[in-house]
């Protein structure tokens, strides 16, 4: 039987990746205005899909202070991830299917 795919979405900064909470529009307004709204941090919300275990393994790695190495095994396990661009700013951020680069 194949793992259920789940979206994502969640902040990634300097440190690492900050979380990784399921895709729904208040997760999503909440991150959008953390990164990006009057005052902004130096973070970039993202979307992933992925399957349910890696889910839970890159939870463990936040749970644990590992925001590094969370932020790795979001890249290596996501199915399909992408930046999410401040509301209205669509044309200038590259979106699914690229790979966020170390920041």
Excluded: N
Excluded at 68 to 82: E, P, T
């Amino acid at each position: 039987m194949q793992e259920m795919k789940q979206s994502y979405v969640g902040l990634v900064s300097r440190r690492g990746l900050e979380s990784c909470l399921p895709d729904d529009d208040v997760a999503l307004g909440f991150l959008l205005r953390r990164a990006y709204g009057l005052r902004p941090t130096r973070a970039v919300c993202y979307w992933a899909l992925l399957e349910d275990e890696a889910q839970g393994d890159i939870v463990r790695l936040l749970d644990a202070g590992e925001p590094a190495a969370a932020f790795a095994a979001l890249q290596a396990l996501a199915v399909s991830l992408g930046t999410i661009p401040p509301p209205g700013r669509d044309h200038l951020i590259p979106h699914a299917d690229t790979r966020l680069c170390g920041a």
